[in-house]
């Protein structure tokens, strides 16, 4: 199988911030960790600023996974338990994809198995997934200043702002205390201005 890029939460979370509500990633989760899991949900959910909602689809009828999705549209749902699926389960899957489509992110936390067997039997969910698999990285670390650099630019170019703006805007209160700015002011290394 193809090596698949090693990604913290963190960053596999600003990917899908940037991409946009609909986009659809594949997390291998990593054999060590029993609560990885539950950690991850809580770091893309901080990163997203928003709940993500998990949704088990073992045991699940097709209709019920559907229902379960589209339970709240635009919200970002992580789905498991796709592991236990057999071919014939993927190709269901594969065959009535347009019913997973929605307006919120979709995230399939998979093993190695679970995407080899993603690969082989559901090639137009893969097709829809892209080159969206990243394997998830155990260590959240500290951003390298490329990435740092890297997210300020996102910063800049999504609120149509650049930095010293920003600065300006905190230094005035002016600034709205939303995550994104608290984020961005430390990044910049003005933590003292939140």
Request: charge should be negative.
């Amino acid at each position: 199988m193809t090596d698949f890029l090693t990604e913290p939460a963190f960053e596999i979370g600003r990917r899908l911030e940037i991409r946009g509500s609909s986009a659809w990633f594949v997390v291998l989760w990593p054999a060590e960790g029993e609560d990885a899991q539950a950690n991850f949900v809580a770091d893309l959910s901080a990163v997203l600023d928003q709940p993500v909602r998990v949704v088990h689809s073992s045991g699940s009828s097709f209709e019920k996974l559907r229902g379960d999705l589209r339970a709240s549209a635009g919200d970002p749902v992580l789905v498991t338990d796709l592991d236990e699926a057999d071919a014939e389960r993927w190709r269901a899957l594969d065959a009535n994809r347009s019913a997973w489509l929605r307006e919120g992110a979709v995230v399939l936390w998979l093993s190695a198995v679970g995407v080899t067997n993603l690969c082989s039997y559901a090639p137009n969910i893969r097709s829809i997934v892209g080159g969206s698999i990243f394997n998830l990285g155990t260590d959240g670390g500290a951003m390298s200043d490329t990435e740092r650099e890297q997210r300020i630019a996102d910063l800049e170019s999504h609120f149509q702002m650049n930095s010293a703006e920003v600065i300006r805007r905190a230094e005035s209160g002016g600034l709205p205390p939303e995550p994104h700015f608290v984020e961005w002011l430390v990044l910049l290394g003005r933590g003292d201005l939140v």
